[in-house]
């Protein structure tokens, strides 16, 4: 099963790029991923938020083909422990060819991207900037594939 996660807009802060980087490293050692970014919006500052919501949807739906397994990070996603995301990941394999993880602006999603995807995924009932996600999300994944291997990474 091939991975691609899509963030909106450039990692800003040096420690989130370097975490995710390092996260990114490992996680190729387990399954083919990538990371797209989609590229921040010209003058978004003039637009309202379902303007920006609704043009940054539509550069991610570009990006995104028919058969793919769109899984989005949202607030009001479905909640999972490090094991039972694991599990649920698990379950995927075999079923899907390319399982799409998105991450969207400070607004969130467009109801075109809710439309298009399969599944929520929330990482906490707390809220984090959509910079942060990305890290938390990065560190997850690798946690997961390490727990299927059986790996003593979770428990260290």
Do not use: W
Not at 99 to 117: D, M, N, Q, T
């Amino acid at each position: 099963m091939r991975i691609t996660l899509f963030e909106t807009g450039k990692t800003r802060d040096p420690f989130i790029r370097e975490g995710v980087e390092l996260f990114r490293k490992r996680v190729v050692r387990y399954a083919p991923f990538r990371i797209v970014s989609i590229p921040d919006l010209k003058n978004s500052r003039n637009l309202t938020m379902k303007e920006v919501q609704d043009q940054e949807g539509e550069l991610l739906l570009k990006r995104i083909r028919p058969g793919d397994y769109v899984m989005l990070l949202d607030e009001r996603g479905d909640e999972y422990n490090s094991i039972s995301f694991a599990e649920h990941l698990n379950s995927l394999e075999g079923r899907v060819n390319h399982l799409c993880f998105v991450i969207g602006g400070p607004y969130g999603f467009s109801e075109k991207v809710y439309s298009r995807a399969r599944q929520q995924l929330s990482l906490s009932r707390l809220t984090f900037s959509h910079q942060l996600v990305r890290l938390i999300f990065m560190e997850q994944l690798y946690r997961a594939f390490t727990i299927l291997k059986g790996e003593p990474y979770h428990h260290a």
